[in-house]
């Protein structure tokens, strides 16, 4: 039985990314007990444009976002900032509050990332999300640390490590306590 369950955004659109590469590790990583989905629909929502109506893509990230215990961001950083398809769909949960209080794990994995690092904790911080000290993660050259596309340096490896750990635990935290307030 799959008792918690983590959906991973992806920042980057292309499937042959580092920061694919880094996701499909972590999902191998994940325990049994985890089940660990890829949102595959940031491409397809519409830019933001904060309308009466919800488009149906939308309300698809919303209701995996709803029903995810954790979430784990995985991104690269674009001309200093926040990949725009990232930044849409994280746009599109500010009325709707999927985020509030929810544990968020967030990992910049790009050849610098500072900057967009710095920028999601504070957009996360907007949305009200959880994102705990052990759940941040900035790995630098990441192509450096890539080989035959999987993860392979030993650094890099333990950090992605206690990332999935601490989202895990986190996600494990907020399931209980919702439980215990029904």
Same mark, same amino acid.
């Given at each position: 039985m799959k008792e918690i369950k983590i959906l991973a955004l992806v920042g980057s659109l292309r499937a042959t990314s580092s920061n694919h590469v880094v996701v499909k590790h972590l999902a191998r990583l994940a325990p049994d007990e985890v089940d660990f989905q890829? =949102?595959?629909?940031m491409g397809k929502l519409p830019l933001f444009d904060d309308s009466e109506t919800t488009p149906p893509a939308v309300q698809d990230l919303r209701d995996k976002l709803s029903a995810a215990d954790g979430i784990l961001i995985c991104t690269p950083e674009y001309a200093f900032g926040v990949p725009g398809a990232l930044k849409n769909a994280l746009d599109w949960t500010v009325s709707s509050a999927e985020l509030v209080n929810k544990p968020v794990a967030l990992i910049t994995a790009s050849t610098g990332g @500072?900057? #967009?690092?710095?920028? &999601? &904790? =504070?957009?996360? @911080?907007?949305?009200? #999300?959880?994102?705990?000290?052990?759940?941040? &993660?900035?790995?630098?050259f990441i192509r450096a640390k890539l080989k035959n596309g999987e993860v392979s340096d030993g650094d890099t490896l333990r950090a992605l490590n206690t990332v999935l750990t601490a989202i895990i635990r986190e996600a494990r935290l907020s399931k209980a306590e919702a439980s215990s307030h029904h």
């Open positions: 890829v =949102y595959d629909g @500072e900057k #967009a690092h710095a920028a &999601l &904790l =504070y957009i996360l @911080e907007a949305l009200s #999300a959880r994102v705990a000290d052990d759940a941040r &993660l900035l790995i630098s």
